[in-house]
Nanobody
């Protein structure tokens, strides 16, 4: 499967962004999808994930501000980001779980594949 993330940009703190990840390939509907981010000089971290059943998981740092959703018919997973903070500045990536039909969202990036180039989110204070 190939993934293409989009929707990033430069926004002021407290603003909002909607990131989208378009997927090609048949595995999309049966795999967990995750959004990761990587800030400069830091490790890649999982911010949100959604299972095939629509169950969601969020990092503590973004809970209540980020909302992940998927549209299996359109092969799209979205990440709505509200109340942006300067510490949200990072490159955001979407990725697909290597194992199909998993009932939970793995945390480690090693469990995901098909990383695209990501989309830059920059939050000014």
């Amino acid at each position: 499967v190939q993934l293409q993330a989009s929707g990033g940009g430069l926004v002021q703190a407290a603003g909002s962004l909607r990131l989208s990840c378009a997927a090609s390939g048949s595995v999309f509907a049966i795999n967990v999808m995750g959004w990761y981010r990587q800030a400069l000089g830091k490790e890649r971290e999982l911010v949100a994930a959604v299972t095939t059943d629509g169950d969601t998981d969020y990092a503590h740092s973004v809970e209540g501000r980020f909302t992940i959703s998927r549209d299996n018919a359109k092969n799209i997973v979205n990440l709505l980001i509200n109340s942006l903070k300067p510490e949200d500045t990072a490159v955001y990536f979407c990725a697909v779980d290597k194992i199909s039909r998993r009932s939970y969202a793995p945390i480690s990036p090693a469990e995901y594949e098909s990383w695209g180039p990501g989309t830059q989110v920059t939050v000014s204070s």
